[in-house]
T-cell receptor
Framework: AQSVTQPDIHITVSEGASLELRCNYSYGATPYLFWYVQSPGQGLQLLLKYFSGDTLVQGIKGFEAEFKRSQSSFNLRKPSVHWSDAAEYFCAVGGIGNNRKLIWGLGTSLAVNP | NAGVTQTPKFQVLKTGQSMTLQCAQDMNHEYMSWYRQDPGMGLRLIHYSVGAGITDQGEVPNGYNVSRSTTEDFPLRLLSAAPSQTSVYFC???????????FGPGTRLTVL
């Protein structure tokens, strides 16, 4: 079955600390992988995506993610978190085929302490 | 360039009422879709369209209708609202030449 697991429901970090949000997926074909961010009351903004090629991808706002096929993972990282990064982060897989359906994780809520 | 817009932002309905959630995009994207977001369930695909006049069901289509008369607009209709349809609804669009989907700000719907 196709699925996305984000093991951490909630994470709290101090401003300036590094961050890693975990994402594991189960998908039959070569996956297209995405990270989206949702700020309170806002829509979903694409942070970065992986389709093929270099397994370390750079995104907006200083985020990066690494695709590890052997671990079925696509973890999101940021070396130094800012208070404005507090939000809900969603990992998604899919987006191919005619219906372009994205399969979503349940999200990780990030809180940032000053 | 407004991207993907959705109206209204908030809506409260009584059981049995009907309404239409509006979605529009100005990027000339062929593909448009509707998702609902529920706690503990994540986002689930309701309906999608790959072009004007073409629509198809996603994984949770029951209780919802869609049409695509123009490239820009993809309204979602609830014919008889039920409390189970209380959710946040997101519209998304993408070019068929790209796999990146752009999302609107969402509509928070409460059905009493």
């Amino acid at each position: 079955a196709q699925s996305v697991t984000q093991p951490d429901i909630h994470i709290t970090v101090s401003e300036g600390a590094s961050l890693e949000l975990r994402c594991n997926y189960s998908y039959g074909a070569t996956p297209y992988l995405f990270w989206y961010v949702q700020s309170p009351g806002q829509g979903l903004q694409l942070l970065l995506k992986y389709f093929s090629g270099d397994t370390l991808v750079q995104g907006i706002k200083g985020f990066e993610a690494e695709f590890k096929r052997s671990q079925s993972s696509f973890n999101l990282r940021k070396p130094s978190v800012h208070w404005s990064d507090a939000a809900e982060y969603f990992c998604a897989v899919g987006g191919i085929g005619n219906n372009r359906k994205l399969i979503w994780g349940l999200g990780t809520s990030l809180a940032v302490n000053p | 360039n407004a991207g993907v817009t959705q109206t209204p932002k908030f809506q409260v309905l009584k059981t049995g009422q009907s309404m239409t959630l509006q979605c529009a995009q100005d990027m000339n994207h062929e593909y448009m879709s509707w998702y609902r977001q529920d706690p503990g369930m994540g986002l689930r695909l309701i309906h999608y369209s790959v072009g004007a006049g073409i629509t198809d069901q996603g994984e949770v289509p029951n209780g919802y209708n869609v049409s695509r008369s123009t490239t820009e607009d993809f309204p979602l209709r609830l014919l008889s609202a039920a409390p189970s349809q209380t959710s946040v609804y997101f519209c998304a669009s993408s070019s068929l030449a790209s796999d990146t989907q752009y999302f609107g700000p969402g509509t928070r719907l409460t059905v009493l």
